[in-house]
């Protein structure tokens, strides 16, 4: 008996593991600097063609999200604003968006500084599981 608990424990554990996001995955900042923490996913996507414009007195910054496989895939992208110093900008208000990417997709991800603080920013993208 007991081992029976402990195996479905064990099921349900991978299960839930199953369905949770990877947080390593590609990032690129506003100087063009590319960072690859999963190599498996970054043969699948690329983050090119990274820029930034000033729009009152705020930057709206954009990048090209590009699949490279020729099946779907679900993947989430952030942007996070830094300050002169270096220090992030309302992180935590910040989210993950989710986007479907269909086979040799491209699809550009912008975003507005939450203030005119922000000097400089990293674009991160990821792949999720869920729907």
């Given at each position: ?21 990877h ?13 690859v923490?999963?190599s ?34 679900r ?5 996070t ?15 993950w ?5 269909h086979g040799?997709q491209?699809?550009?991800v ?14 991160y993208?990821?792949?999720?599981f869920?729907?």
């Amino acid at each position: 008996m007991k081992q029976i608990y402990s195996g479905l424990i064990l099921a349900a554990a991978l299960a839930l593991g199953a369905c949770a996001s990877h947080t390593a995955g590609i990032s690129v900042n506003s100087q063009g600097e590319t960072r690859v923490d999963n190599s498996s996913f970054a043969r699948n996507i690329a983050v090119e063609s990274v820029d930034a414009r000033r729009i009152a007195d705020v930057i709206q910054a954009s990048a090209l999200v590009v699949s490279k496989s020729s099946t779907d895939m679900r993947v989430q992208y952030k942007f996070t604003w830094y300050d002169a110093s270096g220090f992030t900008i309302e992180d935590e208000a910040t989210s993950w968006k989710s986007v479907k990417l269909h086979g040799k997709q491209q699809l550009q991800v912008t975003a507005v500084a939450p203030n005119s603080q922000a000097v400089r920013f990293d674009v991160y993208v990821r792949e999720t599981f869920s729907n």
